[in-house]
């Protein structure tokens, strides 16, 4: 996945293991070990990669709270923590979650809001959203059209209007959902254009990376 991440254009990713407090996996010394394991396989076999790490928080009322107790990990140790949700929902308890992530001092991107069930059936929960603070991540799968129609039609408008702030992998693997990031890029500088790519795919992520303020958005309204 490294050796393909790079030959796709990518050189620096920040991996976001899955954390769910149901299964208990905390940012734990077993992580840390992890990531000198990993760190030292791309030494080993010369993939000229930059690794960061992070997490995929599955969003609960008590994500705040771990966040500030060290028990949960930011992107980078940032202020931006990558939070997701369960597919379906109303809507609400994400709002509830997202707020109170917020008033801990943080800054929640939400993962791939394009393939929530409610935010594909209700796009201006993205207005509410937006205007608490938090920035939203969009998968490179949901723009090719990898996880059906719905999800490709909300991630092209939310590029589209302005609410894409980051376009990342999702990858899971080598085979399918892939860190290859080369096709993503195409079709972002031929269906909107070269800057449209270089913001989300470089010049946000590395703002994020780097802990720096995101820039405030300019969106037409869902
Ligand atoms: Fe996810």
Known sequence: MAQMAVDGGVSAMIVTPHCNMRYQNFYTPDLIEHKRHFQNMLREYQIPLKLYFGMEIMGSYDVGQQLRAGRLATLNDSRYPLVEFHFTGSGQEETEILDSIL???YRPIVAHP???????????LLNTWGEMGCLFQINRGSLLGRFGQRAEELSYSMVDRGYADVVASDAHSATQR????????EMLEEEFSQEVAYTLLEKNPRRILEDRDMPKRMVNWF
Do not use: F, I
């Open 103 to 105: 008033r801990h001092g």
């Open 114 to 124: 394009e393939r929530y069930l409610y935010v594909q059936e209700q796009p201006e």
């Open 178 to 185: 892939t860190p290859w990031m080369a096709d993503v890029r």
